[in-house]
């Protein structure tokens, strides 16, 4: 039977080879020869850090743990679907009288942890959240069962809650409208069970950045790259001054849009603008006189306007030769 691995150097004859594992070589010390370069993983599968150091973390364990599933990944399934094809009929019927009782037995917070967690699944899916808000959703969630603040509650109103607060804690730039079509939750569900959640759970959420929202709007609407870039510009002084003190930060990100459509000559309506942010004309409005006062943007503002001016001439002049 052949060797796996060279023992003696063809070149000098030295049998003490180094074995680098890092690199998947295996070198002479003596003459420097590479003898083998096989990239073999000698470790364990990841890396774990606890209070016993890396010489007791030298194991193999499964899977990761993940609040995802009821069970945090620990427990097992009686087969799958996929087998029925190599059973007969008796072992068939046996199969699915296993299944149905493994589905009966348990608590009554794993039933409720496997319809919730199944909806959160759901509405994750459908708004194509990472699979790190979909697991701190599914935190948050199986916290609030475990401490028993479902009780009394929708399981689904709850679900919704904690993706709505997931998301938030993430920063990521799902509205409040989004969330509530998916789920089929009323928005005030969803913002009440969000808040009684953070508030047992003492979850501290800060109000997201106004620049996440800009390239989902400026997608929406159409907008050049470059009209997002001074969005962001405007949004970043506005800090700065502490106009964006106590706002929404869709709102500021709504009338920083706007202000730039006017500075670049890509036009586009107050209610344009709010059809797609979600937010009322009157907030587009007082923060565009905001940004034109506190910032001085009234020389920018006018040469926009010409820009687009002589824009729509040009359109107009070759509509008419056509």
């Not at 794993?110 to 919730?116: D, G, I, K, V, Y």
């Not at 709850?158 to 409208?177: F, H, M, Q, R, W």
């Not at 959640?197 to 800009?214: A, C, D, G, K």
Request: glycine residues 8%; aromatic residues 6%.
């Amino acid at each position: 039977m052949k060797a796996l691995y060279k023992t003696v150097c063809p070149e000098c004859g030295n049998k003490k080879l180094s074995h680098n594992r890092e690199k998947g070589e295996i070198t002479c010390p003596d003459c420097g020869l590479v003898i083998e370069d096989r990239m073999v993983d000698f470790g364990k599968d990841w890396r774990e850090f606890g209070e016993g150091g890396e010489g007791e973390s030298n194991r193999r364990g499964g899977s990761p743990l993940t609040y995802t599933k009821e069970d945090m990944g620990l427990g097992t399934q009686v087969g799958t679907s996929a087998d029925l094809s190599k059973f007969d009929r008796r072992t068939k019927q046996r199969f699915y009288r296993f299944r149905k009782w493994q589905n009966r037995v348990g608590s009554g917070l794993e039933h409720n942890l496997r319809e919730a967690l199944s909806e959160i699944r759901r509405i994750a899916s459908n708004l194509n959240l990472p699979k790190s808000v979909e697991e701190e959703a599914a935190r948050i969630y199986t916290l609030a069962a475990q401490r028993g603040l479902v009780k009394g509650r929708s399981l689904e109103d709850v679900a919704a809650g904690s993706v709505y607060l997931a998301c938030k804690i993430n920063e990521l730039p799902k509205t409040l409208d989004e969330i509530s079509d998916v789920s089929g939750i009323e928005k005030n569900e969803v913002i009440k069970n969000s808040k009684f959640v953070s508030r047992e759970l003492n979850i501290r959420v800060l109000p997201i950045n106004p620049n996440n929202y800009i390239s989902k709007f400026a997608s929406a609407l159409k907008l050049s790259p470059k009209v997002q870039t001074i969005a962001n510009t405007l949004i970043g002084k506005a800090q700065r001054s502490g106009l964006t003190s106590g706002k929404s930060p869709k709102g500021v990100a709504a009338s920083a849009l706007y202000t730039s459509c006017l500075m670049c000559g890509e036009k586009r309506t107050q209610s344009q603008v709010a059809d797609v942010t979600g937010v009322t004309e009157v907030t587009i409005r007082n923060g565009y006189k905001e940004f034109l006062d506190e910032l001085k943007l009234k020389k920018e503002i006018e040469k926009g306007k010409k820009i687009f001016k002589v824009a729509k001439e040009g359109r107009e002049m070759a509509s008419a030769e056509a």
